[in-house]
């Protein structure tokens, strides 16, 4: 490691380290892809050279530097090359959210004045071509599957292999201008241009330099000790920042593999196969894989059902403890070890965690059952806090640290300060440079020190010094008599049940709480299955009274536990109502990381929130859907209102 | 009742399509052919022909004689009267794996898979005709045989690839959805690389978004491999979207033939779908 030290001031780059991992680890694994049901896979020499010759391509076709390369598609070798290729030769990789429909992809590909455009498929493709005449700078699109292309106009539409053949052909031509280019990248030239899914409002470009990366990349990996023989399945969106440093940042400074799915719905057997050793899922991921893993159980056999729940009682007791090397009596030891044999191997194993070293997970509060479910399995799942104007890392938990409900101390090299609103704010190496063509912004989110502001309220825990969020600190509001009004704290609690996949709470500047709730339809399913309950669609399950019973029940709960809270003790639910619809991206209704888009939905639902305040007990609606092929159409339903327990807060809190 | 509103075109030319592609000479024609079961006239006197590279499709009520007209050309019925020629020559009574090494590959109604078998074994199978290993050397399974299935299996693999299953590979085909079934059945007849694809009713019983990918496809195949196909169907929507020529069966008999344009806009075709009292 000490001369990675010393080399680390030439190592300035992606391509850079590239280079570095050819010499280093030249014959290793450092792509795979399967593909035709096999495993296929490139070594570093390998994957430099197929890189080689896309830039050289890119060259060829007369890119400039500081040009904007978009690349949209799935998770593959080949595009992720792509945006190593457009560094090599100066220019800025943009990647795209791959299921963004073709409105939401020409903003981005016209705010940031893309150039070249490289995709997967047909699919990518048409969106493109539908939108390229409200584009000015856009001139080659540059595809890899070649399927259902052979028609397409090819004056300005080329295939991967096309271009790669080309500028190896043209090596003598483009080389020295190549060698050129790679020598002028400094570490403050842009890295990579991300955009914001934005919760509110246009997507914002955020412009990340070499030094946000590589820095970034060096000290995350050195604070969960990551080798050149981690396995990591890339299988989130290539456009988010997580994905940009878990599988080219650190995958390159360390020299690791990255694995590539085969297509989005084999996902879970190519995480069995390749038996990822760092791993990173979102919240959502984890609650979708243990509820499937508690349905299933609920359909096994007597003894198999006695078995799990037996061991799994001795897992959840002294699982975690195991795991943080806290001190467990020899018996319990030899217990668990046993359910290691029995249970908790074999199902780690199917999950196909059984060799994660490093699990992390964030975006959204994680449910404490869920999160120590996995730990108490033996599977060092931890969360972490960071946003994309961090290079992903503000706070994540050190081994044996970790608990639900933080999320850790600071990142090293990252400076956190809670301001006087309640407000989080940040300054570390891997702070962005700038909103892409947006200085307003930039100067709203960064002061001229540095800091940055997360839009979160949080505080840090006194005693352990752990970092704890509680919402967002726009959506932290006040109700009608001034207590305090946390929605996403209460969403949260809601969402913890497995019948409950999305919860919106109202209330802000009124003088009671109330929600929209969306059933999960795999559960809630399975369970109208196991009742003899038909359903025909989401629409009439969620309509179901039983389903209403059950969902009142959750509310009742979640209410007991919020009026615990002295300081959110208002926020109690009174009236709620289960939604017609599932909230989708398609409708605008979330991000494209799925999380709520309140504003959108208080316009949309306007209706449905005046009945829960007008005191009725049910409502007629009509609502637009959008299709995923961009058509719209429209559903209607009467909805039911519930009105639910609330215990009694102490007014003091109120007064104050 | 036989007013022809297709135009004929000389059977060794082609013709350009709408969207721009060409199509090729005659690949398989019918001349007169009738069917019989016993006195029940199924198909009478029908002629018509498929050209290379073409999306031909037979409509008609139910009851009109389209599966019959399937069933003869696919070799399993022998027409009572008539002819069938395929690529320039008369074709005499077959067996149906004859037939199938002849290039014809068809899909059916009601599905017709190995339910107990994996997408990727149901699709293998589909290849039975093209392996030349003996029956002793597969059950041993060494030297050329070995080498051959891995042969027949990157075949199959793209075939996975191209229709998107992959995630089924290994999923019996009796635990999937009707819609999939229909996929799979699709690739087991697609692995025989056939250069006329017939398809029985693909898009029965499917969801609007079932229908839109199925059709997806078989658009992809005739672009993508050049298969001529021949296919049946109720929508009609679908099949005047996807096809280059129509023919309109009604009680056994021809009442259309044409672009799809032609056929929508041809009397006896409107009175059969709507109804109109023969008189």
């Known amino acids: 490691m000490a001369d990675q030290k010393a080399a680390s001031d030439a190592l300035v780059s992606i391509p850079a380290l590239l280079a570095r991992n050819v010499e280093e680890h030249g014959a290793k694994a450092a792509y795979r892809e399967k593909e035709y049901g096999i495993w296929q896979s490139w070594t570093w020499e390998e994957a430099a050279r197929q890189i080689e010759d896309l830039a050289l391509g890119f060259l060829s076709l007369g890119i400039n530097r500081g040009d904007f390369v978009a690349i949209i598609g799935r998770n593959r070798p080949y595009l992720y ?8 030769v100066g220019a800025v990789p943009v990647p795209l959210y791959q299921d963004a429909n073709a409105e939401e992809m020409a903003y981005v590909l016209g705010h940031c004045g893309a150039r070249f455009v490289v995709v997967d498929d ?11 005449d409200q584009l000015h700078q856009f001139e080659h699109l540059v595809y890899l599957d070649p399927r259902g292309m052979r028609k397409y106009d090819h004056s300005h539409l080329h295939q991967y292999s096309h271009i790669q053949a080309i500028g190896r052909a043209a090596y003598d031509e483009f080389n020295p201008s190549l060698e050129r280019r790679l020598g002028e990248i400094t570490y403050d030239t842009t890295c990579v241009m991300l955009y914001t899914s934005g919760t509110t409002g246009k997507p914002k470009g955020v412009v990340l330099s070499n030094r946000n990366v590589i820095e970034t ?9 990551l080798t050149a023989d981690e396995e990591v399945l890339a299988y989130l969106p290539m456009a988010w920042v997580g994905d940009f440093i878990f599988s080219v940042g650190q995958a390159y400074w360390t020299g690791f593999c990255v694995n590539c799915p085969e297509s989005a719905d084999t996902m879970m057997t190519d995480l069995r196969e390749i038996g990822p050793t760092y791993y990173f899922a979102p919240p959502r991921f984890f609650e979708t894989q243990l509820t ?3 349905i299933r159980m609920e359909d096994a056999g007597r003894f198999k059902k006695w078995l799990f729940h037996h061991y799994m009682a001795i897992a959840r007791k002294v699982g975690p403890a195991i795991l943080d090397g806290k001190p467990v009596s020899a018996m319990d030891r030899v217990r668990y070890a046993l359910g290691n044999l029995f249970v908790y191997g074999p199902l780690k194993n199917t999950l196909g965690l059984s060799r994660v070293r490093v699990g992390y997970t964030a975006g959204e509060a994680i449910g404490p059952e869920i999160f120590e479910f996995y730990r108490s399995l033996g599977i060092n799942l931890k969360q972490l806090y960071g946003q994309t104007e961090a290079t992903v890392f503000i706070t994540q938990q050190p081994d044996g640290e970790v608990r639900a409900d933080t999320v850790g101390i600071p990142s090293p090299g990252v400076e956190v300060e ?8 940040y300054r570390s190496p891997g702070v962005f440079e700038e909103y892409y063509k ?3 912004s930039t100067a709203d989110t960064k002061d001229a020190e540095g800091w ?13 010094g752990h970092l704890r969020i509680i919402d967002r600190a726009k959506d932290v509001g006040k109700m009608a008599d001034g207590r305090l009004f946390a929605p996403k704290y209460v969403e949260n609690k809601l969402k913890f049940y497995p019948n409950i996949l999305e919860a919106v709470v109202f209330g802000a500047g009124r003088e009671m709480c109330t929600a929209f709730i969306n059933i999960d339809l795999t559960a809630v399913g399975n369970w109208a299955e196991r009742n003899n309950i038909a359903y025909a669609s989401y629409q009439e399950l969620a309509a179901h009274p039983e389903v209403y019973a059950t969902v009142q029940k959750h509310v009742e709960e979640v209410n007991e536990s919020v009026a615990q809270d002295e300081m959110l003790s208002g926020c109690q639910i009174h009236r709620f109502l289960i939604l017609h619809k599932e909230l989708d991206a398609d409708d605008g209704e979330l991000t494209r990381t799925r999380k709520v888009r309140r504003r959108i939905i208080e316009e949309k639902y306007a209706d449905l929130i005046t009945a829960l305040y007008d005191g009725s007990k049910e409502i007629f609606t009509e609502t637009e859907v959008t299709y995923e092929d961009g058509r719209k159409g429209s559903i209607s339903a009467t909805l039911e209102i519930r009105d639910v327990k609330v215990l009694p807060t102490s007014q003091r809190m109120a007064a104050q | 009742m036989s007013s022809l509103t297709h135009k004929d075109t000389p059977p060794a030319d082609g013709y350009v399509t709408e969207d721009g592609r060409t199509i090729g000479g005659v690949m398989m024609e019918m001349k007169h052919i009738t069917l019989r079961f016993g006195g029940v006239v199924a198909i009478q006197d029908i002629s018509f022909d498929i050209r290379e590279g073409e999306i031909r499709a037979i409509i008609g009520p139910n009851g009109a004689g389209k599966s019959s007209m399937l069933n003869v050309m696919s070799g399993f019925y022998v027409p009572s009267e008539g002819e069938v020629w395929f690529r320039g020559r008369k074709r005499p009574p077959m067996k149906p794996f004859q037939v199938a090494q002849q290039g014809l590959a068809r899909t059916f109604q009601n599905i017709a898979l190995f339910k107990g078998m994996s997408t990727l074994d149901n699709i293998m199978t589909g290849r039975v005709t093209l392996m030349k290993t003996g029956l002793l050397s597969q059950a041993i399974w060494w030297g050329k045989a070995q080498h051959e299935e891995s042969e027949h299996r990157e075949k199959v693999e793209e075939i996975i690839d191209f229709l998107e299953i992959q995630a089924i590979r290994k999923t019996p085909v009796g635990r999937l959805p009707y819609g999939l079934q ?5 690739g087991r007849a697609l692995a025989a690389e056939p250069k006329l694809l017939l398809l029985d009713e693909p898009m029965a019983g499917m969801n609007v978004e079932e229908k839109e990918d199925m059709s997806r496809f078989i658009l992809d195949v005739n672009d993508e491999f050049g298969t001529t196909i021949a296919l049946i169907e109720h929508d009609m929507g679908v099949v005047m979207d996807l096809s280059d020529r129509v023919v309109v069966m009604d009680y056994g008999k021809k009442i259309g033939d044409g672009t799809p344009d032609e056929v929508r806009n041809n009397k006896a075709v409107i009175d059969a779908y709507l109804g109109v009292a023969h008189d």
């Open chain 1, 292 to 294: 499937s893993v508690m």
């Open chain 1, 217 to 225: 990349s060096r000290s995350s990996a050195e604070f969960d000790h």
């Open chain 1, 452 to 464: 940055v502001a997360t839009g979160d309220a949080g505080f840090f825990e006194e005693g352990s």
């Open chain 1, 418 to 425: 809670i301001r006087d609103n309640g407000e989080v704010y």
């Open chain 1, 81 to 88: 090359w792509a945006m190593v290729a457009a560094q090599s």
């Open chain 1, 122 to 132: 047909q699919e990518q493709v048409d969106k493109v071509i539908e939108v390229q």
């Open chain 2, 182 to 186: 229909k996929r799979v059945e699709l």
């Open chain 1, 438 to 440: 947006n200085p307003e």
